[in-house]
């Protein structure tokens, strides 16, 4: 049985996955989360009563979490391209930077976009703020970093891309990458060229009128 894939393709933590199986051409079955009360959102609502996705369900298995997701596949279902290194420091590396990329890219950039979907009396201007300036502080801190380096670990692409690829992108619609960080800017248009995060943009751009903020007019 192939592995079912609970997931929305706008959704960025569910690209983050699909950029792994497609990076390996891994088969598996979408379970489209669209529809509320479709037989695919029961499965899942039932899976995870968190209703966080994506989830992965695999040889009976439930998995939760997008980069566990990917270290499953690695371990259950690997290709040719090995997303998390064998060598032990290496991969240390590359679930810091996964880290990174969850924690102080998508998490702040999240915080911006559900505030926009609160009622009015409910919004939060402080923690805006502060995703703002965690943002900017994001930026900053990758451009250093990645100056001079293909993708996130070095030469290669891993995990830590998969992560990269789509929080940057919408971060950039959110609380845009400022002129002053050129590297950032050239490390998102990197992911965009990719050919597996590339599909996953086309297969999500049906779906654009759902960003809360706008969806700008590029990419
Ligand atoms: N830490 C989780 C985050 C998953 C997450 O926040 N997914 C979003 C979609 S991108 C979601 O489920 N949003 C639904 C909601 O917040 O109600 C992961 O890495 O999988």
């Known amino acids: 049985m192939l592995p079912k894939l609970y997931a929305h393709p706008f959704s960025s933590y569910c690209q983050k996955v699909l950029i792994a199986l497609y990076e390996n051409g891994t088969a598996f079955e979408w379970r489209l989360l669209e529809a509320?009360?479709?037989?695919?959102?029961?499965?899942?609502?039932?899976?995870?009563?968190?209703?966080?996705?994506?989830?992965?369900?695999?040889?009976?298995?439930?998995?939760?979490?997008?980069?566990?997701?990917?270290?499953?596949?690695?371990?259950?279902?690997?290709?040719?391209?090995?997303?998390?290194?064998?060598?032990?420091?290496?991969?240390?590396e590359v679930r810091m930077l996964d880290r990174f990329f969850d924690n102080y890219v998508s998490t702040p950039q999240q915080k911006i976009v559900f505030d926009r979907i609160r009622a009015e009396a409910d919004r939060d201007p402080y923690g805006v703020a502060e995703a703002r300036t965690m943002l900017d502080s994001a930026y900053a801190w990758l451009d250093g970093f990645i100056a001079g380096r293909e993708w996130a670990a070095g030469n290669t692409f891993s995990l830590a891309d998969c992560a990269a690829a789509p929080a940057l992108f919408y971060a950039d619609w959110s609380h845009p990458i400022g002129a002053r960080f050129p590297h950032v800017r050239a490390y998102r248009q990197r992911l965009l060229a990719r050919p597996s995060f590339a599909r996953a943009v086309e297969e999500a751009r049906p779906y654009r009128s759902y960003f809360p903020l706008g969806a700008p007019d590029r990419d």
């Open 36 to 92: 509320p009360g479709s037989p695919a959102m029961q499965e899942f609502e039932a899976l995870w009563p968190l209703k966080r996705f994506p989830v992965l369900v695999d040889a009976g298995h439930t998995v939760l979490e997008s980069s566990i997701i990917i270290e499953h596949l690695g371990v259950h279902h690997p290709g040719p391209v090995r997303l998390v290194p064998q060598d032990l420091q290496a991969a240390l």
